[in-house]
T-cell receptor, first 115, second 116 residues
Framework: AQSVSQHNHHVILSEAASLELGCNYSYGGTVNLFWYVQYPGQHLQLLLKYFSGDPLVKGIKGFEAEFIKSKFSFNLRKPSVQWSDTAEYFCAVNVGSSNTGKLIFGQGTTLQVKP | DTAVSQTPKYLVTQMGNDKSIKCEQNLGHDTMYWYKQDSKKFLKIMFSYNNKELIINETVPNRFSPKSPDKAHLNLHINSLELGDSAVYFC???????????????FGQGTRLTVV
């Protein structure tokens, strides 16, 4: 069965620090990859997505992610975090051939940014 | 305009009761979903409907019954509620076929269900 693993469960950073959140998935075929953010008490919002093409994708709020097919990874990065980035971050995978739109989520990473 | 809206936002009820959560999307998507987020914030799909047809039914107790009266609505009815049903339930919608547009999922604000 496909699965998604996020290595960091809880990350604490100071403002202006750089961020990298790891995400690995287990599926050998075509995948669509997503990072969602959930601010406290709010719904999930899409940060960025990868379907095909340039493996380095840029999203909203200065976030970017790199798809490395050989490593089955899709790590999220931001060069300088802000206090407002405090949130829960979810990596998700949609199997390209499934034709169901089903998203498989990682367990999430709680990011706490200290002012 | 809210793209995916679900009601109610909070629901507190006693064990054994029956309750429903409603979801509506105005994005013109062909597929709608229900996800469950547990106390550890883990998200897992429960159901999916494509053009009113059930296409995903994960291992969910049959006390949970989704109903899709049309493409824009997907409701979730839960019978005989149990303590373990306490969670946040998210509705979402997307296109499945890339030829129809982006396949990213848009989520509602969630319904926090507390069974006491």
């Amino acid at each position: 069965a496909q699965s998604v693993s996020q290595h960091n469960h809880h990350v604490i950073l100071s403002e202006a620090a750089s961020l990298e959140l790891g995400c690995n998935y287990s599926y050998g075929g075509t995948v669509n990859l997503f990072w969602y953010v959930q601010y406290p008490g709010q719904h999930l919002q899409l940060l960025l997505k990868y379907f095909s093409g340039d493996p380095l994708v840029k999203g909203i709020k200065g976030f970017e992610a790199e798809f490395i097919k050989s490593k089955f990874s899709f790590n999220l990065r931001k060069p300088s975090v802000q206090w407002s980035d405090t949130a829960e971050y979810f990596c998700a995978v949609n199997v390209g051939s499934s034709n169901t739109g089903k998203l498989i989520f990682g367990q999430g990473t709680t990011l706490q940014v200290k002012p | 305009d809210t793209a995916v809206s679900q009601t109610p936002k909070y629901l507190v009820t006693q064990m054994g009761n029956d309750k429903s959560i409603k979801c509506e999307q105005n994005l013109g998507h062909d597929t709608m979903y229900w996800y469950k987020q547990d106390s550890k914030k883990f998200l897992k799909i429960m159901f999916s409907y494509n053009n009113k047809e059930l296409i995903i039914n994960e291992t969910v107790p049959n006390r949970f019954s989704p109903k899709s009266p049309d493409k824009a609505h997907l409701n979730l009815h839960i019978n005989s509620l149990e303590l373990g049903d306490s969670a946040v339930y998210f509705c979402a919608s997307s296109h499945i076929l890339r030829s129809a547009g982006n396949t990213e999922a848009f989520f509602g604000q969630g319904t926090r269900l507390t069974v006491v």
